[in-house]
């Protein structure tokens, strides 16, 4: 970077910014206390040592403040550049003769009293803020004309603005000292440097230079060949990190499976590590250095099994490196997994990235003195990322980066650096984190594992868990694209059945409504909610009209206008009618969301589908089901509706409209809405993305990726989220009826039997819950047996009956069974058993079933009358996370808690709901895995062939050959029902119900 100077007929002599010539901004001492690196301050830095470390003292003496600017050219001036070479001798020769002449600056935006330099303008990245007068003292200090107290600069300093002899011996003495604790001149640094008597902390770009000097840069094959020696022979011992940079993929859209190429990778084996000249890094470069040829090279060491490796998010390397044809084996840790188990929360609290991680003291706390040396990790943004340029030339807001494969060729030794620094981090955090979790007890079932800590959990169930889920993505599961795309197109019909249904009714209102995008959260809030006030400020109103630009589909010609243009614009009022609002936005307007649309369909559900036959199945749509149940979603969605109500649980709804007739025809058309959005989600989640070959491989199997990343250690699944899918009586389009077996080869999908019900009576010890899974058969019917009288009495007296197994010859049972006699009860009982199990408290319950919180009390009390085990355990659960922070799953796991000191009421709710859940759905997850991991090793599945695809919740899919498909599932369900090493230490039997098909929806 140069100094930018400009000549204009106005003002030939005065530069446009003098920011940097403001003596406090350009000095060596402010731009390190900024802690700035701004180029033109550095080439300052370099020629203008003379400035003494007191100026800054005085700065804060008088308030001096940061400026920051941007570039900026008035029109008419001619911009050229002063090389960096020619600022030298410039700044020298004139600075310091014109600081003892001209002690008086003007340093407003437009003006710069700088005559006697032979620069114009100077182009900076300052902007200033303010004006302001400042005095130099021969010593280069800078005093502002008024100090705080009122008094003048030049009185305090008189005497030695006058005393120029003096001024320059005490700038030579100033000049030493700043030497001596800045530990440079203005052209190097030394590690012990000091500022102020605290230590110099070098900026990332020193420390990236150190790292340049460990790294070995591999860019040919017989380079390739004495390192691929050393590291599966004298150093086959040590644990290597390693990492790859990968071009032509986006990851948010693309599996790494068949996408993406290697631009480099890098290996660190520690400081033991010596490859030649004190090298302990590795850095190949894959892209110019040698292609495909070059990689091969280091098979031996990548499908070696007995040497080590690490990695941070190891999928993502381990498919892109097989995408070359090597086998990547010798799987040691994935530094991502170890800290999700050292602490689960930090996903709303930092996160998992390796910058993240790295550059966080207290996970780093752990790490060996050697390492807390080195930098953490740096981004990509950080380093490479620059300001997209405006039309007029200045910086804008946005952030861009160059391509991988530019910046590795434009930028190679910065780019060396970061890409070898991913793996010097990665091998950082390993041992930080191995430290860390070695210092954690393992309790498994609440019982002290002896001499095992958490890092001994990790070997034995997470290492091997991590390798299973990378083998499950490789393999991935084949997609029918034929029958989604009939799918899709019957699917697209229905939507705008839908869409025509809604913009039909809304235009008896407002006749421009027939144009309306329905699609659009604020027109329909206008034509909805129009004239409403805001929660949040009543002054505030939607107004009741209010014009909006669609598209102009049917060529309407509008008044003025000969021909149709693209665009046209359409008037939506409001539809005149006080609809209940349910759930508010952030912002304080009513919501429109599917759920909010739903609540309102719900008021006459059971009507809707009497009368409109071809409403598309508003069952579906109403209580879609499509959020499958983790974490904190339930099963409420398709629980919460109030069944066996009668009509006035929606004639109230009715009332705000003039007629009856005119109330149903509006619940008839909210649901429309709310088929809309339920088919847009599937089509959109789904059918359009499992055809779509950003997801599939060349085989034209899908691989989705499967990650640990919720706080009760649940697996999750994106691209696509295959977790999320709608309950199977939901499941509209029969989505699972597209994934399928190869030709020759089924399905076996193995469901467990209401797993988290099970794992609470295990936990809580709860005699009633385990008396009833033993006995077997509808748990949920004999839940309400216990908490209704009248039904207990009627099972007694034998006029309904609790379960019906059909003899031959039977069709139908002599007498009605509980869950059709008494289906309202036992949908509050199924409700109940998911709810309490999940920490939901009567409040919550009162929402669902639109009752007072005091009748969900009664009900819930009902509940816990035959369960009192229950009530024990979790206000157990509720003070062990109040005390110690934290609560454990079955096989250890802890997740840990903020504190709740000064916690308000909701947050304190939140954290004691969670203390309830984590320990059931955690333990869940801790069971699946178990299951998991004895399929994985079972010989005689290897031996047939079967293979994990994919796990869902509580449910695994293998496929394999048809022949051995009976056999295989027999197997399976002993691995499930035994998943702790062949046996099953619960209280309580685990029960699993596998099927064999063609493909997935077949098997449920």
Not at 613 to 620: E, K, P, Y
Request: charged residues 25%.
């Amino acid at each position: 970077m140069g100094v930018t100077s400009a000549t204009t007929p106005f003002s030939p002599l005065r530069p446009l910014c003098p920011s940097y010539f403001n003596l406090s901004r350009s000095c060596p001492c402010f731009a390190s206390r900024a802690a700035a690196s701004r180029p033109f301050s550095v080439a300052l830095n370099r020629f203008w040592g003379e400035i003494p470390l007191r100026v800054i003292d005085d700065m804060q003496k008088i308030g001096e403040k940061r400026m920051v600017s941007r570039n900026y050219t008035p029109p008419g001036f001619e911009v050229t550049t002063i090389p960096r070479d020619g600022t030298k001798a410039l700044w020298k020769q004139k600075s310091i003769e014109l600081f003892k002449q001209k002690r008086e600056y003007d340093c407003s935006p437009y003006s710069f009293k700088y005559e006697k330099m032979d620069i114009n303008a100077i182009r900076t990245q300052d902007k200033p803020k303010s004006q302001k007068q400042l005095i130099s003292r021969d010593d280069g200090r800078l005093i502002d004309n008024k100090r705080p107290n009122g008094l003048s600069s030049n009185d305090i300093l008189k005497d030695d603005l006058l005393n120029n002899e003096s001024s320059m011996h005490r700038m030579k003495n100033e000049k030493q000292l700043q030497s001596k604790n800045l530990g440079h001149t203005g052209t190097g640094s030394t590690d012990k440097a000091q500022t102020n008597g605290k230590p110099h902390k070098p900026g990332i770009h020193e420390k990236l230079t150190n790292i340049y000097e460990r790294v070995l840069v591999v860019d040919n094959v017989s380079m390739a060949r004495e390192v691929v020696s050393k590291l599966t022979n004298q150093y086959r011992h040590l644990i290597h990190a390693c990492d790859t940079e990968v071009a032509k993929i986006d990851v948010s859209e693309e599996t790494p499976i068949d996408h993406g190429e290697i631009t480099c990778f890098s290996i660190y084996s520690g400081p033991e590590a010596d490859f030649g000249n004190g090298k302990s890094c590795i850095w190949v470069d894959v892209l110019d250095g040698g292609g495909r040829d070059l990689l091969h090279e280091f098979a031996l060491f990548f499908e070696s099994p007995d040497i080590k490796k690490v990695w941070h998010n190891y999928s993502f390397d381990n498919h892109v490196i097989e995408n070359y044809g090597i086998s990547v084996s010798g799987f040691h840790a994935d530094t991502m997994h170890m800290a999700r188990l050292w602490d689960s929360s930090r996903n709303f609290n930092g996160g998992y990235s390796l910058e993240a991680l790295t550059r966080d003291q207290k996970v780093m706390c752990g790490a060996e003195p050697y390492y807390k040396e080195l930098i953490g990790k740096v981004s990509m943004k950080t380093i490479f990322g620059k300001k997209k340029v405006k039309k007029d030339g200045s910086e804008g807001k946005l952030t861009t980066i160059a391509p991988v494969e530019e910046l590795q060729r434009e930028e190679r030794e910065p780019w060396i650096c970061y890409s070898a620094l991913d793996a010097i981090s990665t091998l950082q955090l390993y041992k930080s984190l191995e430290s860390q979790l070695s210092k954690m007890p393992w309790n498994m079932d609440g019982k002290s594992v002896l001499k095992k800590s958490m890092f001994d959990f990790y070997q034995e169930y997470w290492q091997p868990f991590g390798e299973i889920l990378v083998r499950m993505e490789t393999e991935g599961m084949l997609v029918d694209r034929a029958y989604l795309a009939v799918v899709e197109k019957v699917a697209k019909a229905e939507q705008e059945v839908a869409a025509t249904r809604f913009r039909n009714w809304a235009s008896t209102y407002c006749p421009d409504a027939k144009y309306m995008n329905v699609g659009s959260d604020t027109q329909l809030r206008q034509l909805l909610f129009g004239g409403i006030c805001n929660s949040k400020d009543p002054l505030i109103t939607l107004p009741e009209v209010k014009t909006f630009k669609v598209p102009n589909i049917d060529k309407v010609i509008e008044e003025g206008n000969k021909t149709p243009t693209k665009y046209r614009n359409i008037k939506l009022c409001s539809i005149g009618v006080d609809l209940p609002v349910e759930t508010y936005t952030a912002s304080g307007w009513p919501s429109v969301s599917g759920d909010a649309l739903k609540t309102l369909a719900r008021k006459i559900s059971s009507e809707y589908v009497a009368n409109d036959a071809a409403g598309s199945q508003l069952d579906d749509v109403v209580f879609d089901d499509s959020e499958t149940m983790t974490d904190e979603v339930l099963e409420s969605k398709e629980l919460s509706v109030v069944e066996n109500e009668d009509e006035s649980g929606y004639v109230g709804n009715l009332r705000r409209f003039q007629t009856p007739e005119e109330g149903i025809e509006a619940c008839h058309a909210i649901s429309s809405l709310c088929e809309l959005c339920s088919i847009d989600s599937l089509i959109s989640n789904f059918i359009l993305p499992l055809q779509s070959s950003n997801l599939s491989g060349k085989s034209g199997r899908v691989h989705c990726s499967l990650n640990i990343n919720t706080e009760t250690g649940r697996l999750s699944a994106r691209r696509p989220n295959l977790q999320n899918q709608p309950a199977l009586e939901k499941d509209r389009y029969k989505i699972r009826q597209a994934f399928i077996a190869a030709p020759g080869n089924s399905l076996i999908v193995a469901d467990y039997g209401q797993l988290e019900l099970r794992v609470l009576a295990h936990l809580a010890n709860c005699k009633s819950m385990l008396d009833a899974f033993k006995a077997g058969g509808d748990f949920h019917s004999r839940t309400a047996v216990n908490m209704y009288p009248h039904i207990r009495e009627a099972i007694e007296k034998k006029r309904v009956l609790l379960e019906w197994y059909p003899q031959p010859g039977e069709d139908k049972p002599p007498v009605p069974l509980l869950k059709d006699a008494f289906a309202c009860e036992r949908r509050k009982a199924k409700m109940l058993n998911f709810s309490i199990a999940y920490g939901k408290t009567p409040v919550g319950l009162s929402k669902d079933w639109k009752v007072s919180v005091a009748e969900a009390k009664e009900t819930v009390n009902l509940w816990y009358k035959e369960r009192k085990e229950v009530l024990k355990w979790q206000q157990a659960r509720k003070k062990e996370a109040r005390e110690d922070g934290r609560v454990h799953t079955l096989l250890g796991r802890a997740r840990v808690f903020p504190s709740l000191t000064g916690a308000s009421s909701s947050q304190r709710g939140h954290v004691e709901r969670a203390a309830i859940n984590t320990p059931v759905q955690g333990s869940a997850a801790d069971v699946a895995m178990c299951a998991m991991l004895e399929i994985s090793k079972n010989n005689r599945l290897k031996e047939l062939g079967w293979k994990l695809l994919l796990q869902v919740h509580d449910e695994v899919i293998l496929e394999g050959p048809t022949e051995s498909a009976e056999v295989a599932k027999a197997i399976v369900v002993d691995c499930m029902s035994k998943p702790f090493g062949g046996k099953n230490f619960l209280k309580v039997d685990l029960a699993v119900d596998a099927k064999c098909a063609q493909n997935w929806y077949s098997a449920k």
